[in-house]
């Protein structure tokens, strides 16, 4: 674009602007970067808040579905959040109760868990296939909050007890334990007492393994090398075991601590029991006949149950419930009831005190065998929770993959920084500019008046010039016309 006769901006009248003023630019352009930037980074300190922030990462199957190591659903927002773990991370850190009661709601407020999920790859189905699932922990700081704090650092000491806590909850809660003990000899009870007991703590350990073996089904003790599916297997082999020792002491008909009165004793529990529940049972069916014309009826055994309007599932479930323990009554009767029948064709009273020792002394050594054989289980089952407890199954269930760091959140983000930065560079590009071209207007006036005044001053001169010959040509006229009268004297 050329310039035109109406002196109108063009780029060529920029362009040579701008070569004119390209030393002013560049250093008007430095100078408003560093005044700007200093400026920002005085107003980032007063606006400016820091948050500090931990990384836990959860490694096993499930956890992309919301779900626990043991397939239920896990909040951990709520868990780690929650107030009764922030107040065991201040207790770690000896915070005092009255401490602990002025920051717990404080640091609740500030504390932020938030959901990533990182490398995740999946299948040409679109199916995840494996995927870092991390959960990013932020606590943001708090004027309240300062106020009970030595420093700025006791934020990275908080956030840190508060992750490695929900982390030690969390492997505790989804780690195995055991209330079982080892078993002495069962000493001065009878032999039904002694089975009725033994057979109580095999059930307990048999149902406590099969939760492990579902919750567990891939793992298997090196140490003891074995699953905890196998290990109810040994359960089983030991209840074997107990109903061996039963037989004996029932072929034999074995009375040496008063056995003989206990089966009489029981059976006549189970007889009582058959017949409360069938008069409960009577009652009831009673009341479920009359139930429809009567809004209020008296149960002898169960109270008074008011139906308004009349509801017959309130006394049919009762009856259900009543059937049922009369057929665990009828159950333990026919039971005892065997068990007196092989007491009653074996005549120990009879027998020699030799044989009666014989007879007892095994019996006892079989008692021994089942006890020996629960404390060998025993012993391998606890070495298998604390094999899986510290391997590879709970201590990776969840790490902190990211210590305690400190960033700072303001409103003066990068891009904004840019944004004003760019801003005064052009500013300052324009102000450079403006002043070289109102400099170069001044030099050019300067250089006009100096041209208008060397030009008036030529003129003087030459005006002078010309006033001094015209004098010296009056003088010489002069001279000449004197001159010419003393000629015409003469």
Same mark, same amino acid.
């Given at each position: ?26 250093v008007y352009a430095l100078i408003a970067l560093i005044v700007c930037g200093g400026i ?67 640091? @609740? ?13 999946? %299948? ?12 990013? @922990? ?113 072929? %034999? ?20 029991? /058959?017949? @409360? ?27 008074? /149950? ?18 049922? %323990? ?7 009767? %026919? ?32 008692e021994l065998e089942v006890i020996n054989e629960y404390n060998s289980i025993i012993e ?31 409103? /003066? ?13 052009? /500013? ?63």
């Open positions: 674009m050329e310039e035109n006769i109406n002196d109108e901006l063009t780029f060529k009248k920029i362009w040579q602007q701008i070569k004119k003023s390209g030393v002013r630019m560049i920002l980074g005085i107003c980032d300190i007063f606006v400016s808040e820091s948050q500090y922030e931990t990384r836990i990462t959860y490694y096993y199957a499930g956890v992309e579905n919301g779900e626990d190591p043991w397939g239920g659903q896990k909040d951990v927002a709520s868990d780690i959040k929650s107030a009764s773990n922030v107040s065991s991370a201040l207790e770690k850190l000896q915070y005092s109760d009255a401490e602990k009661d002025a920051l717990i709601n404080l640091i @609740i407020r500030n504390l932020n868990v938030v959901s990533t999920v990182d490398d995740e790859v999946t %299948n040409d189905a679109g199916a995840v296939l494996s995927a870092n699932y991390t959960y990013k @922990i932020v606590l943001s700081q708090d004027g309240d909050i300062d106020k009970h704090l030595k420093s700025r650092n006791d934020y990275n000491n908080i956030l840190s007890a508060i992750t490695t806590n929900h982390i030690e909850n969390f492997k505790k809660k989804y780690s195995f334990s055991t209330s079982l003990g080892s078993l002495t000899v069962l000493g001065s009870y009878n032999a039904f007492q002694k089975y009725d007991t033994l057979r109580g703590y095999l059930s307990v350990f048999s149902e406590e393994s099969k939760t492990w073996a579902e919750k567990a089904p891939a793992f298997v003790s090196t140490s003891q090398d074995m699953s905890f599916a196998s290990l109810n297997t040994r359960i089983q082999m030991a209840s074997q075991k107990l109903e061996n020792y039963l037989n004996y002491v029932l072929f %034999n008909g074995i009375d040496a601590n008063g056995e003989t009165q206990y089966v009489e004793l029981k059976l006549k529990e189970a007889n009582d029991n /058959i017949a @409360i529940y069938d008069e409960e049972i009577k009652s009831l069916n009673e009341v479920l006949a009359l139930l429809m014309q009567n809004t209020d009826t008296t149960l002898p055994s169960t109270g008074t /149950i008011i139906v308004n309007p009349p509801n017959p599932n309130a006394v049919t479930e009762a009856i259900s419930v009543a059937i049922s %323990n009369k057929t665990v009554a009828q159950t333990d009767k %026919n039971a005892w009831e065997t068990r007196q029948t092989y007491f009653n064709t074996n005549d120990f009273a009879s027998k020699s005190e030799a044989q009666k020792k014989t007879l007892t002394d095994r019996a006892d050594e079989l391998s089952y606890k070495a298998m929770i604390e094999e899986y407890n510290s391997g590879y199954n709970v201590s990776s269930l969840v790490r902190m993959t990211a210590v305690p760091t400190q960033s700072t959140n303001s409103p /003066i983000t990068v891009k904004v920084g840019l944004i004003v930065e760019l801003m005064v560079l052009i /500013i300052a590009v324009i102000v450079a500019m403006l002043v070289t071209s109102k400099k170069g207007q001044m030099v050019l006036k300067k250089k006009v008046v100096d041209e208008e005044q060397s030009e008036e001053v030529l003129s003087e001169n030459a005006q002078a010039v010309e006033d001094e010959q015209s004098v010296e040509s009056q003088d010489l006229s002069a001279e000449e016309l004197a001159e010419s009268i003393e000629k015409t004297e003469e």
